[in-house]
């Protein structure tokens, strides 16, 4: 099973440690002049892909990110890390605002049938706007295999063994190529990309394409009607001693008095 053609799906989002701010028109958030970075969860993808790549399974890793410009940013991240080479979708701004997991998972399957790739990696999520969608979306349209949540990826003769996580614990699953994997959080400590590295992928090949050369109508096909900041936590108080805190319980009907 040596030589499998990696895609990984790479969506610039806005960086996990920025407090989000919603738009005064209360349609999306503020992106203007705000940190972004690979999805977290795409970055243990590619990190998987790397030492798939490694272990000498992996021949070939393709980074995709559809959106605009600055994914271009975020290819070169994926490259540095170890993609062999990358095609960025161009999505212009407002597009892209509205871009859904199924336009995605439309081009990521022309690119996965184009590329003949044995394997789409996605993140589980992205963490802006948490469909977790498109990997299943990938699987149904190529109507191959999936293993979501993926925290362990082995081989198997010439399949894949997936250990998943699931609500009741470990799930593991024999999957076969061609397949689609989505990463979870415990697969992999993603590397950081080193300064030589961070050179060499600047001459990585990096192709443009826009959605049209995959056949692919952007078009949304749904609407934001509103976005809102999450209910203010109220403060929490200190109490002297159990009593206290029963009487309060009973005041607030919460306890029977
Ligand atoms: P979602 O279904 O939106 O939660 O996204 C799940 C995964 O699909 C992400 O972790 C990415 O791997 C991939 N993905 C979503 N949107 C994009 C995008 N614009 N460009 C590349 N990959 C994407």
Redesign the pocket.
Known sequence: MSGLRVI????RVIDYAVKIRVKPDKLGVVTDGVKHSM?P??EI?VEEAVRMKEKKLASEIIA????PTQ?QETLRTAMAMGADKSIHVEVDAATYEN?Q?LH?AKI?AKVAQDEKADIVF?????ID???????QMVAALLDWPQATFASKVEKANGDLTVTREIDGGLETIKVKLPAVL?ADLRLNEPRYATLPNIMKAKKKPMAKKKPADYGVDVAPRQSILKVEDPPVRQAGSKLDSVETLVGKLKDAGLVPS
């Open positions: 990984v799906g790479c969506k999805n969860f795409d993808a995709v990110s559809c959106g994914c871009l997991p995605v990521l996605t993140g589980k999520q992205a706007d948490d469909c977790n969608q498109t990997g989505t």
